[in-house]
């Protein structure tokens, strides 16, 4: 769904479209940063 070139980030079609049909934002995270990923998973529970 997202691509990583170097530092530009590219997400699908796909993504889009679905994310605009259903009228959700979404925001990416490193996959790497730990801190990163706890913040958005404490929102879920």
């Not at 170097?6 to 995270?29: K, M, N, P, Q, W």
């Not at 940063?33 to 958005?40: A, P, Q, R």
């Amino acid at each position: 769904m997202v691509r990583r070139f170097g530092t530009v980030i590219r997400t699908s079609e796909l993504l889009r479209l679905f994310s605009d049909h259903y009228g959700f934002a979404y925001s990416l995270t490193n996959p790497y940063l730990g801190n990163e990923k706890g913040d958005v998973e404490a929102k879920v529970g």
